[in-house]
Each structure stands twice: as structure tokens, then as C-alpha cells.
T-cell receptor, first 114, second 112 residues
């Protein structure tokens, strides 16, 4: 157990809808990163938050947005869902921003877009 | 060109043998390298990290890093059926610390 939790575990949406995924980081971890993992692929970096501010973004469109809250929880919001958004969404928490920081992954939310 | 490359496998390994997994990366300035194990339907779990050239051992696992060749590997000694999983190589790029770049993973199958 990494101490990182995510909800819900599974979700089914239809194209065009909006979805909010939630993550609770380890206590004391100021950094949360979100990744998208399509079937058969490695995780792709979506964005990272450090102390409630966005600290970098991967190659994802603006309809992917996030928030981080002071209580070590965070959200990933996806608007106007597309079929290709079907994937496992992972959050990972770490202490800070150093390059050698270990990231601890939550169990993930599996999203299916129909 | 993919930034982190791994052989997709599957890599079939007899029980008790050594599994050797390879990973190459394109960002020469990368400083930190991680190996994660991912069981089917589960999230990645950290096995090892390595920052310096050379070998790093942890139990049955050995990570090897060669920054000049931009190459990192993972050896699994005395492979067990429970080692059957996908192994993901992750790299922390030069100017994007903590924003890990992952390879597609190598599937390892340990056969009794």
C-alpha cells in the first residue's frame, strides 16, 4: 500500500460528457502528478501540481484540467470526453520537486468512454 | 523517436533463471531512473531507482546505469512466477524534474 487513494475505481461515460477523478495523496506530500495509461502503453504525464499550483503540463489539450487542495487531495477534470480518453488514470504523490523524488502511485481510475 | 524505449516482450524466463530487461532513453541530461512493476489491472509499484553510473542491488534485483550509452537495465535473479508482470522504465528528464517519461513496458513471463 502506498497510502495514495483514488476514486472512483471504475467509471463509464459517454462521448461529450465531463468527468472528475479524485486522488488523495500521502500526508505531507506536496506534489501530485497525473498520468494517463492507455491499454498496452506506459503512463503518459498529464500535469503536476505543487502546493496547489500547476507545475508543468504534458502534451494534453486544455480540456484536461486539475486542482490540488490544501488537504493533500486533488482532482483531474476532463471535459468533452472523447473515445480516446478511455484509459487508466493514475495519480502519484511525492514529497517535493527534486529529480530523485520517488513517486507513489494510487490504484488508478479506469475510465471507459462510449 | 520515442524518448524512452523498451522491448515489449513477452520475455519468457524459466523459474530460477535471470531475467534481463533493457531500456534506452533520448535525453542525455536525464538524472534519475526508475523501474516500476505493474501487474495486470493494477497500478505501477516502484522496484528500484538509480541515479549514478554503475550497478545498484536490492535483493534479487539489480539496476545498471550507463549514462554515456543512455542505457539502463534491470536484472531479476532467481526469477519466480510472482515476478510475471510488466516492467516499466521511467526517466526524469533534464528540465522537467519529476515529470516522468515512461517506456511502454516489457512483459515478463516466468514459466515453472
Amino acid at each position: 500500500e502506498t497510502g495514495v487513494t483514488q476514486s472512483p475505481t471504475h467509471l463509464i461515460k459517454t462521448r461529450g460528457q465531463q468527468v472528475t477523478l479524485r486522488c488523495s495523496s500521502q500526508s505531507g506530500h506536496n506534489t501530485v502528478s497525473w498520468y494517463q495509461q492507455a491499454l498496452g502503453q506506459g503512463p503518459q504525464f498529464i500535469f503536476q501540481y505543487y502546493r496547489e499550483e500547476e507545475n508543468g503540463r504534458g502534451n494534453f489539450p486544455p480540456r484536461f484540467s486539475g486542482l490540488q487542495f490544501p488537504n493533500y487531495s486533488s482532482e483531474l477534470n476532463v471535459n468533452a470526453l472523447e473515445l480516446d480518453d478511455s484509459a487508466l488514470y493514475l495519480c502519484a504523490s511525492s514529497l517535493g520537486l527534486q529529480s530523485d523524488e520517488t513517486q507513489y502511485f494510487g490504484p488508478g481510475t479506469r475510465l471507459l468512454v462510449l | 523517436q520515442k524518448e524512452v524505449e523498451q522491448n515489449s516482450g513477452p520475455l519468457s524466463v524459466p523459474e530460477g533463471a535471470i531475467a534481463s530487461l533493457n531500456c534506452t532513453y533520448s535525453d542525455r541530461g536525464s538524472q534519475s531512473f526508475f523501474w516500476y512493476r505493474q501487474y495486470s489491472g493494477k497500478s505501477p509499484e516502484l522496484i528500484m531507482f538509480i541515479y549514478s553510473n554503475g550497478d545498484k542491488e536490492d535483493g534479487r534485483f539489480t539496476a545498471q546505469l550507463n549514462k554515456a550509452s543512455q542505457y539502463v537495465s534491470l536484472l531479476i535473479r532467481d526469477s519466480q512466477p510472482s515476478d510475471s508482470a510488466t516492467y516499466l522504465c521511467a526517466v526524469s528528464p533534464t528540465d522537467s524534474w519529476g515529470k516522468l517519461q515512461f517506456g511502454a513496458g516489457t512483459q515478463v513471463v516466468v514459466t515453472p
